[in-house]
């Protein structure tokens, strides 16, 4: 049943349990994202994509991330045109063939294919990522935005911690292999398919009910001519400005982190249970800190800025930790005289384990607090997606930089300094807007719903009600 205007009815239902509930839909986006990104990421996480020889990786990446920047701009406007089923069943497809590209270099050699791959990735990455932002940030209720969040990034890094076992069981017996075995590939392969078929069951925004009865918008669709506007806007608009740096910071440190940390230090399948590690600490960090920004104050300004300020201490303990274990090596270390750890190595293999396990916290907390503070923009999904697409199109120019910088063999101190300097100078800009942008919880829920509300529609009076495409 539905309204004169084909809507659903907006009478409260309080069962958080509903398939068009908020949180049932949250999971659902967590579940394809632990297949498809999930298993990327476990895949990256190796260093030079499971190869001993980075080049090809390093190619791959920075095609990836050149597409995933101009399509994780438009992701936005795409997803309000497409819907989320079509746009998101096209973006995970390109994930098999990514990993597919892999298995066929692993006996040919021969790059181009994995760089093509590599590109086309970019787009349905920036595809999914639009839509997975525009999901998580509009569809929970305005207070539980971080507690939301921090479910789907546990959800979505189960799928690196079981990625990471895919590596490390399929190889457990060839420590000094160079590259990781077919099946390696064929496991990633099998799990994309998967979320590639889920993610058909995500619904349309006007369909996902929350608890107080209101949808996550009431646009149907929208069209191409008003989101090439909105998207061009998005330059000229400060709020976004403000967040460059930590957009651009938020994929930069993976290079370094994969390639230069796990990829230099550990042997080959001490590299996949590291991942195990580095992505089960995301899931203990994105609940830490959703639980800070929603939990610890009244205010939701002084939420944010308390989530702020413990990510940015916490990022300043780490990256001074990665600091001095970085003094101990260097690129010229890397041919010779590196003796590559081995988890059974004892006491020299646990504090180089710990910093990288500290890298995969951090990277959750600094994400999650990012997203947090989006979510707190807007409610409406139409601006939402807009917003995360522009933040996942800077957050890939950055990644496309940061592959190329490793390739042409930049010094490692010179990049980890330069992945310190970005993540410090991104927390006083969030923190002003925090202060200058987002409105406090001092009403009851249905008050501060209906300012939200005002203040999207102001940001999309521009937008037409079409009919519905999906």
């Known amino acids: 049943m539905g309204d004169e205007n084909g809507l659903p009815n907006s009478s409260p239902n309080h069962s958080i349990f509903r398939y068009n509930s908020p949180l049932v839909q949250v999971c659902l986006i967590g579940l394809v994202c632990f297949c498809c990104p999930g298993m990327f990421n476990a895949l990256s996480g190796m260093g030079g994509g499971g190869q001993v020889d980075h080049t090809a990786s390093n190619n791959a ?5 050149t597409a995933f920047t101009i399509f994780g701009i438009l992701g936005g406007g795409i997803y309000n045109i497409l819907g989320p089923k079509k746009t998101l069943f096209i973006g995970c497809s390109t994930y098999i063939l990514y990993a597919g590209s892999f298995l066929y270099y692993n006996h040919h050699k021969h790059q181009v294919f994995v760089v093509v791959a590599g590109g086309l990735l970019g787009v349905g990455a ?3 990522w639009a839509a997975q932002g525009a999901i998580m940030t509009s569809y929970p209720p305005h207070d539980r935005k ?7 990034w546990s959800i979505f890094n189960m799928g690196g911690v079981i990625g990471g076992l895919i590596p490390f069981v399929s190889n457990y017996n060839r420590t000094t292999a160079a590259s990781v075995n077919d099946g390696t590939y064929i496991g990633f392969m099998f799990f994309m398919a998967i979320g590639t078929v889920l993610s058909l069951a995500i619904l349309h925004p006007s369909k996902v009910i929350r608890n107080d009865g209101s949808s996550c918008t009431n646009i149907k669709y929208s069209s191409v001519s008003v989101e090439l506007i909105q998207i061009l806007k998005l330059f000229g608009n400060w709020k976004m400005l403000l967040m460059v740096p930590a957009s651009w910071a938020s994929n930069f440190f993976y290079t370094y982190q994969f390639n230069n ?6 042997n080959l399948r001490t590299r996949g249970l590291n991942n195990v590690f580095y992505w ?6 994105s609940v830490f800190i959703g ?3 929603d939990y610890s104050f009244k205010s939701r300004k002084a939420r944010g800025l308390v989530g702020i300020i413990v990510v940015g201490l916490l990022s300043t303990a780490i990256w001074g930790g990665g600091f001095a274990k970085q003094l101990t090596y260097s690129h010229d270390d890397v041919p010779h005289r590196i003796v590559l750890l081995d988890f059974k190595d004892g006491s020299k293999f646990a504090g180089p384990f710990l910093l990288y396990f500290s890298y995969g916290l951090l990277d959750a907390m600094f994400q999650s607090m990012v997203y947090w503070v989006i979510g707190a923009l807007a409610d409406d999904s139409e601006v939402l997606s807009r917003y995360t697409g522009f933040y996942k199109g800077i957050q890939s120019a950055g990644a496309a930089v940061a592959w190329q910088v490793d390739s042409h063999t930049v010094p490692f101190m010179n990049q980890l300094i330069a992945n310190w300097a970005l993540t410090t ?3 006083p800009l969030l923190v002003a807007l925090v202060v200058l942008a987002v409105k406090d919880d001092n009403k009851d829920e249905e008050g501060a719903t209906k300012e939200a509300s005002i203040t999207s529609n102001r940001d999309i009076s521009t937008t037409v009600d079409y009919p519905n495409k999906e």
């Open 146 to 152: 971080g507690t939301y969040i921090s479910i789907f």
């Open 261 to 266: 940390v796990n990829g230099v230090l550990f």
């Open 61 to 65: 990446n920075t095609a990836l991330y």
């Open 126 to 128: 920036g595809l999914l």
């Open 425 to 427: 100078i991104s927390f």
């Open 280 to 285: 089960g600490a995301q899931m203990i960090g």
């Open 291 to 293: 639980s800070i920004m």
